[in-house]
């Protein structure tokens, strides 16, 4: 019943619209009409008519010097506007600037997307140090510490619908390489009740992560602290641990858990 509804009342020129949109990527950052039209099985001319469209409302912008076209920034701001419209972002923001400023480093805030973490909210410290990741960062969840603060409460079958494959894509010697592998971590994670980890997914970063939990008891969200170096001065591990649990409690109490 629901199928038919939702095929009675669809759009389909508004469904290839969304989905030229979703064809760019940063793997793919440009992309011209014939590509799209094969890539989506439509004609060449509807193509381009939506892509016309799309340009005209600053969903994407022609590439200069080519026939492709590439995003606009009408997708950045609708991006920024749903990260705005997260309520655990702006409950998040003090929560984070506190954690910064009592851990001396910067704190993140992360929800998950499918296989993907992103990055919500950021309180970055006054160091000299300069991090890549900024709000709206996508990294892979199997790979990174705050991934797994994010996974950990899934169950082995939920986990297995994630990830189907055989093999992990592996970023560092220390990816987890299997399904098997990976629900033994989050399994010790979830035990624990937080990750402290050293050059887990970049050699010369560590990070310290605990997960976020709602008025279900569900994981909605990650905080962590990033400590640039690999690895954590041993007098600050106890301290910087203590607060960063305190700051997830705080934050999930926030959410009624």
Do not use: W
């Not at 799209?36 to 010097?65: C, D, H, K, W």
């Amino acid at each position: 019943m629901a199928t038919t509804t939702s095929d009675k009342y669809a759009v389909p020129g508004l469904e290839r619209g969304l989905r030229i949109l979703s064809e760019f990527s940063r793997e793919t950052p440009s992309l011209g009409a014939p590509e799209l039209a094969r890539r989506l099985q439509v004609p060449r001319t509807t193509i381009f008519r939506l892509l016309v469209t799309l340009e005209s409302l600053g969903y994407l912008e022609r590439v200069p010097g080519n026939h492709e076209f590439q995003l606009g920034t009408a997708v950045l701001k609708l991006g920024f506007e749903y990260l705005a419209s997260l309520s655990i972002t702006e409950l998040g923001r003090p929560i984070l600037e506190r954690l910064r400023d009592d851990a001396g480093y910067s704190a993140n805030l992360v929800i998950r997307d499918g296989r993907d973490i992103i990055y919500v909210q950021k309180a970055s410290s006054p160091s000299v140090f300069t991090s890549s990741v900024h709000v709206g960062t996508r990294l892979p969840a199997h790979a990174t510490i705050l991934g797994r603060a994010l996974l950990c409460h899934l169950s082995y079958e939920q986990l297995e619908t994630l990830y189907p494959e055989e093999k992990l894509r592996t970023y560092t010697p220390r990816t987890p390489q299997t399904l098997a592998e990976l629900y033994a971590l989050l399994k010790d994670d979830r035990a624990r009740g937080y990750i402290v980890e050293e050059g887990f997914f970049e050699p010369n970063i560590s990070t310290l992560a605990a997960p976020v939990l709602d008025a279900q008891g569900v994981v909605r969200a990650a905080v962590g602290i990033t400590v640039p170096g690999a690895s954590i001065p041993q007098e600050k591990r106890e301290t910087l641990t203590v607060r960063l649990r305190a700051a997830a409690l705080e934050l999930s109490r926030c959410l009624n858990y």
